[in-house]
């Protein structure tokens, strides 16, 4: 006598469900729990870079950020996006924000392993010096010119 070890979801199929139910509810409840608190570390990020937007919520589900809120301007919509959509986990965003004073938008560009702002410049405006105008259309989330990653995705605003 003693113990035998069975595959636990093979064999003939008696209509049971052995707990499954209630395993299944469990992990449900604890993947919602864990999205409402990603939806909430999505809003503190936003306000901790203090971000001017109106009626802010956040909801997140598989990867899948949806932002909804009130601004002023384009610029500080699509940082809202970028903020959001540059965080780990994040691979979509759902942009529901109202802008107030529309304005055209700017091009979103995704780092690449080589790039550093002079490039994309040169690449986007075709003067390599006109890398500040990307850095400052990307403060608070940049902090510094050389500081960039890839996968990382940047505004590139039109010039005035």
Request: aromatic content about 6%; charged content about 30%; cysteine-free.
């Amino acid at each position: 006598m003693g113990l035998f070890d069975f595959v636990r979801d093979a064999g003939e199929k008696l209509g049971l469900s052995w707990g499954a139910e209630k395993r299944a509810a469990e992990a449900a409840a604890a993947k919602e729990k864990e999205e409402k608190a990603a939806a909430e570390a999505l809003v503190q990020k936003v306000h901790a870079n203090k971000l001017e937007i109106e009626d802010l919520s956040i909801g997140y589900q598989d990867g899948v950020a949806t932002v909804h809120g009130r601004t002023e301007s384009q610029s500080e919509r699509e940082k809202v996006i970028l903020v959001v959509g540059n965080t780990q986990g994040v691979a979509q965003v759902d942009d529901r924000i109202e802008v107030v004073s529309p304005e055209p938008e700017a091009v979103f560009h995704t780092v690449v392993s080589g790039d550093t702002l002079s490039k994309i410049a040169k690449k986007h405006y075709g003067n390599a010096m006109k890398y500040p105008v990307i850095f400052e259309a990307n403060k608070p989330m940049l902090t510094h010119p050389d500081k960039i990653y890839p996968g990382q995705v940047l505004r590139i605003p039109h010039l005035a």
